[in-house]
C-alpha cells in the first residue's frame, strides 16, 4: 500500500534551538496536511499544502511542499515548550482521497 | 474544538468479549472516520462513513465492524475483542474527504 515515511522519529532539542521533521513519499502526492499533537492529547490539524514548491508560515513554523510533491518538511524556529508533542504528516493521494499518516515526529524540549 | 464526544475514554475489556465505541458529533459532518493509534505506527484508518448507511473499509479493518444509523452517531464494535486490539482509538470527522479533519479525545482500549 502507498506510506509516506517520516523523520525522525523522536527530537530532543534544547530550548531555542530549531527542529525540522520530515515526510517522503514514493509517489507523487495530492497534497499533504500537517497534525500536532500534545502528550495525552488528540491530533490538531494545523495546515495543508497543495501546490508544488508551496511555503506557508504559521509565526515559528514554516511548512514546505517540494517541487516534485513527495516530500514535504516542517520547520520550527526557536522552540518553545509549547511546542512539545509529536507532529504528523498526512499525504494524500491522488484517486485515494483518504489520508496516509506518517509515523510521526516527537519532540521533547530541554528547558 | 469540534463536537466531538466519545465515549467510554476508557476501557479494560478481556480477550473474547465484545467491545462498542461510540463517536457522536454535533457538527452535522457528512464524514466520519475511525482511526486506531499505536506507537510506531501513526495513526492508521480502521473504517469511515461518507453519510448514514455508507461505510468503508481502511487500512486495518480486519476484526472491526461499524455502523451508522444517524449523522451524528458513528460505532465501532469490535466483535470479539483480541489483545492486539488494544491501543488509542480515535474518531474524526470533517465536511468533505479532502478537508481537514477533526479528531475526538480519544478512548483508550486495553484487551487483556
Known amino acids: 500500500g502507498q506510506q509516506v515515511m517520516q523523520i525522525p522519529q523522536y527530537q530532543h532539542v534544547q530550548e531555542g534551538e530549531d527542529f525540522t521533521t520530515y515526510c517522503n513519499s514514493s509517489t507523487t502526492l495530492s497534497n499533504i496536511q500537517w497534525y500536532k499533537q500534545r502528550p495525552g492529547g488528540h491530533p490538531v490539524f494545523l495546515i495543508q499544502l497543495v501546490k508544488s514548491g508551496e511555503v506557508k508560515k504559521q509565526k515559528r513554523l514554516t511548512f514546505q511542499f517540494g517541487e516534485a510533491k513527495k516530500n514535504s518538511s516542517l520547520h520550527i524556529t526557536a522552540t518553545q515548550t509549547t511546542d512539545v508533542g509529536t507532529y504528523f504528516c498526512?499525504?494524500?493521494?491522488?484517486?485515494?482521497?483518504?489520508?496516509?499518516f506518517g509515523t510521526g515526529t516527537r519532540l521533547t524540549i530541554i528547558p | 474544538d469540534a463536537g466531538i464526544t466519545q465515549s467510554p475514554r476508557h476501557k479494560v475489556t478481556e480477550t473474547g468479549t465484545p467491545v462498542t465505541l461510540r463517536c457522536h458529533q454535533t457538527?452535522?459532518?457528512?464524514?466520519m472516520y475511525w482511526y486506531r493509534q499505536d506507537p510506531g505506527h501513526g495513526l492508521r484508518l480502521i473504517h469511515y462513513?461518507?453519510?448514514?448507511?455508507?461505510?468503508d473499509k481502511g487500512e486495518v479493518s480486519d476484526g472491526y465492524s461499524v455502523s451508522r444509523s444517524k449523522t451524528e452517531d458513528f460505532l465501532l464494535t469490535l466483535e470479539s475483542a483480541t489483545s492486539s486490539q488494544t491501543s488509542v482509538y480515535f474518531c474524526a470527522i470533517s465536511r468533505g474527504n479532502d478537508e481537514t479533519q477533526y479528531f475526538g479525545p480519544g478512548t483508550r482500549l486495553l484487551v487483556l
Open positions: 498526512a499525504a494524500r493521494y491522488f484517486g485515494n482521497e483518504k489520508l496516509t
Open positions: 457538527e452535522n459532518h457528512r464524514y
Open positions: 462513513s461518507y453519510g448514514v448507511k455508507d461505510t
